[in-house]
Structure formats: C-alpha cells, structure tokens
C-alpha cells in the first residue's frame, strides 16, 4: 500500500520546483500568503521554509522576506543586521567553527583613536580571529577592542579572552554578558582590498587576490564606540547580500 504524502511534503515538493525555475534573488510570497495559496497552517509553511533554507535554497531576512538563492555552497547573509559570525555561518546550514585566534595589547594609532574617539596611544585589546564554514575559512575578523571603557580595562578583557568559554561567544555576546551593555547599532564601510602575504595563508587564498573588507565602528546602548572592526571576507564561500526598497 502507498503511503499518502503529507500536506508538508506536498507542500516542499512544489515549492522546491518552482524555486528551480526562479532567478537568483526572487523574493517569495509571504508566509500569509502562502498559507492562503496551499490551505496550511503557518506551523507547516514555517517548517517547509525552514528545510527550504536549511538545504541552501532559500535565505530569510526577518522584516524583509525570503529569497532566492542559487548556490548553496556559499554564505549568504544581508548586512542590514547586526548578527554574530557564528550566526550567520550556522543559518546557512554549515558548522560554524573558529580556526584562529589570538589577541594582544596596543597602543591605538591614529586612525583606530579616531575611529573609536579615544586620545592617540590609549591601550586598546585587538582580537583576530579567522571563522571557518565546514572547515573552510571564511573570514578574518580583527576588531580593536576599547578595553579601557571596561570595568577591569585591558587586563580583564585579556583574561576573559584566555577562558575556554571566549571561544563559544562572539565579542558581541562577550561584552553583554560579562562586561556592560550589549552593542546596539554598527556603522559599516565596504572596501576592496588586495590580500596580503599573511592573510592568504589565513584564509586560504592566493596572495594578491581581491578580497571585501567591512569596516565597522559598534556603539552600545549610550552611543560610545566599543568596537572597531576590520573583517576580510573569503567570497569564495561567503556572499553578501544587500535588500533596497524603494521609496
């Protein structure tokens, strides 16, 4: 006896075929309206969007709606939010893992005091970490951390950086769960640069390849700079995506 499908499956099913025929980038109907299209409930369309993205279909940006994607071997992530590099790694179905990671004290040059608004060689904590998506390197990240602006300043932050449980958190998570109030909003430029000997034994790639540089200066709840960071994205695996309404 055949087993009848269940509403999810059919569901999935003709979903999965018309996103095939879909161009890169196609936003899909609301999960209303989808509900109204197929007779299911919000649960089932949920479920099926999920399995749609989890197999790197499709990619959700909350308040935006869901999109086409065609190659589920990169990345995908839009950078109107402010989510931790694991998080990102891990909403595309890969494991998230972090393959570098070290940290020093500084004396803050010229450009990171401004950037941060601190006096020129004040101590600062930089961080660098490379995050990998299935083992494979996606991204150097360097952020310069205010460390003076922390109860405890550089010797606290270096200490919390040494304990195993750093490396389960983003800095984000760090600074709001042990330090102060969490990072509210970042301003972001987006550079090209050429890769230097050093990172492309990082990342993986060939020296003097072009690579995205995001540079960003994160603020708390107050508006005091806590962050700026330098992250150099491996665009071979991560793809970055814009969403722009018109008005």
Do not use: W
């Amino acid at each position: 006896m055949t087993r009848r499908k269940t509403l999810y499956e059919i569901i999935y099913k003709q979903l999965e075929n018309e996103i095939r025929s879909m161009t890169d980038g196609t936003q899909l109907p609301s999960i209303e309206k989808l509900c109204e299209t197929f007779g299911a409930s919000k649960t089932v369309l949920r479920e099926v969007m999920a399995a749609l993205e989890k197999e790197g279909m499709v990619v959700r940006r909350q308040g935006l709606g869901t999109f086409v994607v065609k190659d589920s071997s990169l990345i995908h992530t839009d950078i109107g939010y402010l989510r931790g590099l694991t998080k990102i790694i891990s909403s595309s179905g890969k494991t998230p893992s972090l393959i570098h990671d070290s940290f020093r004290v500084v004396d803050s040059d010229l450009d990171v005091a401004d950037k941060l608004e601190l006096s020129v060689s004040e101590k600062l904590v930089v961080s660098e970490r490379v995050y990998a998506a299935d083992s494979v390197p996606a991204i150097f990240a360097r952020t310069y951390i205010a460390s003076t602006r922390i109860p405890g300043g550089p010797d606290k932050v270096t200490a919390v950086l040494r304990s195993p449980k750093s490396k389960e958190l983003t800095l984000f998570d760090l600074l709001e769960e042990i330090f102060k109030d969490p990072i509210k909003y970042a301003l972001a430029e987006i550079e090209a640069e050429q890769i230097d000997k050093n990172l492309s034994g990082l990342l993986k790639m060939m020296e003097g390849s072009p690579v995205v540089v995001m540079k960003e200066v994160h603020r708390d709840v107050m508006n005091i700079p806590m962050l700026y960071s330098e992250d150099y994205i491996n665009t071979d695996v991560f793809r970055i995506h814009v969403i722009r309404k018109k008005i």
